[in-house]
C-alpha cells in the first residue's frame, strides 16, 4: 500500500506517518511512503519500507501530475497555508489553499480516465469554514459562510472534493478539524495559540499569558484525536457517508476557565500560577467570532471519537509529548 | 452610469437590459450598457446611450480585463451554461461557470489595486447550491451540499464573491433565483421545463404534458420578480447586509397542485383539460430532491419582494408576454 501525504513537515503531518509506520493502515502493511512539503520532510523512524521526502513547490505546474504519476492508494492532503498568511497574501493563499488542491484533484481526474484509478483522499479542512454568527453547538447542516480567505478556500475545496466524488474521480472525505489543543512544540504567534501556550508551557514550569476572559468558549481536539480522525477518514466505508463528504469532527466544547481547571485537576495549583492573564480586546473579539462547539451528530454516528475532558487532553499531552513525565 | 451584463442574451439579460432601459437605475440614467453573450445580445429598443453588444467566451484569456478596462459601475453576471450541460461536459462546466467568474473577479481586483475602482456586482446564484435531504421550509442558515456540478460551480462563486466583497475589491451580492415560472418561449427540454409549460401553453390554447404527481412541492418565482431581484440588488444599501453577500431569495413554494388550480381560477376549465397527465419516475424523483421552498427571512428584510400566489404569476405572464390578452 502506497500513501501520500502532503503537508507532512507539519504537525499533523508527521503524526500521521508516524502512526502509519507504527499501525499500518486497516490491518494493511504501508510499503511505500511520498512525503511532500514545501521542506524537505523528515522520514519517520523505524520504517522499513521505501520512502521519499519531497521539498515541492504543490502550485508549480506538473508537480501534482507527478505525485499521482505514482498512483498512491491513500492520499492524506494536508498542504495549506495558514489562516493569517492567507489573509495578508490574498494571490499565495489562493495559489496555494485552492488551485493547489484543484491541480492535485485534476490529476487524479485525468488519472482516472486514463486507467480507472480512484484513490481515497483525505482533506484536512477547518472550522473556519463557519463564520460569525454561530449557534452553539452548530449543527451538522448549518451554512459555510468563512470570514477568512482561509476559511473561504477550505470551503471551495470541500465543495471541489463532495462534486470530484460525486462524480467518482476519487473517494473523498473532507474532515474539518477542530482546534488542536495542545500543540507540541513553542508558543507561535498565531491568535489562537494561548489555547494550548496556558497548559503547555506550565506543565514544563514556565509562564504563559492568557489574553482572554476565562468564559470564552471554543472547539478542541488533541493531536492523537486529530491523527484518529484521518485514520479512520482514510479506512472507514465511505458508502455509509453518502455525497455529503465533508464532515464536523467530534472535539470538546470548552471554556478557558474550564481549560485552566483541568490544568488544576492534573498539574496542580503551582501549574495554574504561571498562567498570566494580560487582556487583549483584539484577540478577545477574534475568538468571540470563532466557533464555540459542534453537534458532530453525522461523525460521531459515522465512528469518529474525541476526547470527553480536557484531562484527558492534557494527559494525552503528557503521555505522547512529555514521556509520561512531568 | 455605465452597466455591464454578461449572459445578456439569455431570457433574464434580455428582461434585466429591457428594465434599466425603461426605468433607470436608482433614478440615475443609464449612458452605456455592455452587453455581452456567447451569441451577439441583441439592443434593447428604445435606448439612446451607447450600447455594445459583444459576442464573446467569457472564458477566452483576456476577454474579463477587456470588459473591466471599461470600468462598469454596475455588473450583472448572469452568464452560465445550465445544469444539464455542466454535469455533461464536467471541464466545459468549470471553466465557463467557475473560472470566467473567477476571472471577472481578478480582473476586477487588479482595477481596484491599480485605482481603487470598486463597481456594484450582481451575481445570478441559484437554489441549486442546495441538495437534498432538504427541509421545508430551507433556514436562511442553511448548508449548501450541491448534488451537481452546476450546483458546486455556483455555490464556489457565492464563497469567491463574499471573499472578494470582503476585502473590498467590489461590492458583490449573490442572488439565489427560485425556478423561474413561468419562462417564457417554447418548451424545452429542462427537467424542470414542465412547471412553466404545463401554463404557459394551455394559455395559448396548446397542450402540455405533466410528467409528476400533483403533490410535488417546489419554489417559483416571475420572471418579472427575478428582474426586480437584480434591479434591487443593484440599488440597495449593502451596509446592511454585511459579510454573508449571498442570499436566498423571496418566492412563492407552491405543489403543482395548487399551479393547477389557479390556472383553472385564471383560465378555466378548458385550460386545465389541456395538461395530459404522462407520469415519469426519473423526472418525479429529480423533483423530490429539488428545494420545495425557503424560509427567505434575509431577504425579505432586506426589500426583496415575490408573488404571494400563482393567481399573481400567470396574470404576470399574461401582462408581460400576452400583452394582457387571452
Known sequence: MH????GAAGMLGRKVAARLVRDGLAGREVSGLTLVDVIVPEPPSGF???VDCLAV????????????D???DVIFHLAAIVSGEAEAEFEKGYSINLDSTRDLF?????AHLADGYRPRLVFASSIAVMGAPLPYPIPDTFHTTPLTSYGTQKAICELLLADYSRHGFFDGIGIRLPT???RPGTPNK???GFFSNILRE???GKPAILPVPDSIRHWHTSPRSAVGFMIHAATMDLGAVGPQRNLSMPGLSATVGEQIEALRRVAGESAVALIRREPDATITRMCESWAPGFEATRARALGFTAEDSFDQIIRAHIEDELDGQR
Chains 1, 2 share one sequence.
Open 190 to 192: 498565531a491568535a489562537s
Open 180 to 182: 488542536i489543543c495542545i
Open 48 to 50: 522499513p519500507g521505501r
Open 106 to 110: 485534476e490529476a487524479i481526474r485525468r
Open 202 to 204: 506550565p506543565l514544563v
Open 70 to 72: 505514482g498512483r498512491p
Open 3 to 6: 500513501i501520500l501525504i502532503t
Open 57 to 68: 513547490d504543490l502550485s508549480a505546474d506538473g508537480i501534482a501530475q507527478r505525485l499521482i
